[in-house]
């Protein structure tokens, strides 16, 4: 069994709080507001495995890959925004206060046998490394509330998208890049069955994007059509044994808003079985 631990840094490396075992879960209680530079570690003597966290009790548990014996996840402090939320795009009351329920365990044999969306991560940040999946892109729309177009938030799970602001309508914002494009790690070998957009339904201020190109680590691409829709773009697309995806090319549609924007990428099939 893995020897798991969680800590709380502070932003010069103190050891704020610590909890550790050999146990099926380990848990912590941290009983301190977050202060800007902290950070929570995840570590593990055994890796790479599959594994659940969570690292707030108001975000769902994280099933992630960790190649690597530490997972860093650094408390969000957004900027000032106008609509004065802390964490704008995350559910309220995230990593507020002083009371903040924090666990990890080994995933299960049966958790790792299952159809699952590959691809969700609900504790994925712009600088992860080492823990599975991550998103990255090239263009970020930036403003006063760059959080809520971030990259990250395409694989937080979240699918509603009928607006635009703020959680849980966050989404991708490409910052109007006819080259913007954006890449899901999933960090090992997987089996895709299906690919599902959700594009950003906010009309009329939203645009679309009626066409994309998905490509794949194996070297092999697709074409995709889309429309204007509020439902998510359903793709039967089967590969095995890919470790990341790209979705590029994106083809707006002819429409007076500058502003199409990706909600959620889910990716459903298994963890490679060859």
Same mark, same amino acid.
């Given at each position: 069994?893995?020897?798991?631990? !969680?800590?709380?840094? +502070?932003?010069?490396?103190? /050891?704020?709080?610590? $909890?550790? +075992?050999?146990?099926?879960? /380990?848990?912590?209680?941290?009983? @301190?507001?977050?202060?800007?530079?902290?950070?929570?570690?995840?570590?593990?003597?055994?890796?790479?495995?599959f594994y659940v966290i969570r690292a707030d009790s108001c975000l769902d548990?994280?099933? /992630?890959?960790?190649?690597?014996?530490?997972?860093? #996840?650094?408390?969000?402090?957004?900027?000032?925004?106008?609509?004065?939320?802390?964490?704008?795009?995350?559910?309220?009351?995230?990593?507020?206060?002083?009371? *903040? #329920?924090?666990? !990890?365990?080994? $995933? +299960? &044999?049966?958790?790792?046998?299952?159809?699952?969306?590959?691809?969700?991560?609900?504790?994925?940040?712009?600088?992860?490394?080492?823990?599975?999946?991550?998103?990255?892109?090239?263009?970020?729309?930036?403003?006063?509330?760059?959080?809520?177009?971030?990259?990250?938030?395409? !694989?937080?799970?979240?699918?509603?998208?009928?607006?635009?602001?703020?959680?849980?309508?966050? &989404?991708?914002?490409?910052?109007?890049?006819?080259?913007?494009?954006?890449?899901?790690?999933?960090?090992?070998?997987?089996?895709?069955?299906?690919?599902?957009?959700?594009?950003?339904?906010?009309?009329? *201020?939203?645009?679309?994007?009626?066409?994309?190109?998905?490509?794949?680590?194996?070297?092999?691409? @697709?074409?995709?059509?889309?429309?204007?829709?509020?439902?998510? *773009?359903?793709?039967?697309?089967?590969?095995?044994? !890919?470790?990341w995806l790209k979705l590029s090319q994106l083809i707006q549609a002819d429409?007076? &808003?500058?502003?199409?924007?990706?909600?959620?990428? @889910?990716?459903? +099939?298994?963890?490679?079985?060859?």
């Open positions: 069994m893995a020897k798991l631990s !969680i800590s709380v840094l +502070g932003d010069s490396g103190d /050891v704020k709080c610590h $909890a550790q +075992g050999e146990e099926d879960i /380990v848990w912590m209680v941290y009983q @301190e507001e977050y202060e800007p530079g902290d950070q929570i570690l995840f570590s593990t003597d055994e890796f790479p495995a548990e994280a099933y /992630v890959y960790m190649t690597q014996a530490q997972a860093v #996840y650094t408390i969000p402090f957004d900027q000032e925004n106008p609509f004065k939320l802390p964490r704008i795009s995350y559910p309220y009351g995230s990593f507020i206060g002083k009371q *903040h #329920y924090l666990t !990890i365990r080994q $995933a +299960g &044999s049966e958790e790792n046998e299952n159809y699952r969306n590959l691809a969700k991560n609900v504790m994925d940040q712009k600088d992860s490394t080492g823990c599975y999946p991550h998103v990255h892109a090239n263009a970020e729309t930036k403003d006063p509330v760059a959080a809520l177009f971030a990259a990250r938030n395409v !694989i937080d799970g979240v699918v509603a998208n009928t607006c635009h602001y703020p959680w849980p309508f966050q &989404s991708w914002g490409i910052d109007q890049r006819a080259d913007a494009e954006i890449t899901v790690e999933f960090g090992r070998p997987v089996d895709m069955e299906e690919l599902r957009l959700t594009t950003r339904a906010d009309f009329p *201020h939203d645009s679309w994007w009626t066409e994309a190109t998905v490509s794949f680590s194996d070297g092999g691409s @697709e074409t995709l059509q889309m429309e204007k829709s509020v439902q998510p *773009h359903r793709f039967s697309i089967r590969r095995n044994g !890919i470790t429409d007076p &808003s500058p502003y199409p924007a990706l909600t959620q990428i @889910e990716v459903f +099939g298994y963890n490679s079985r060859r």
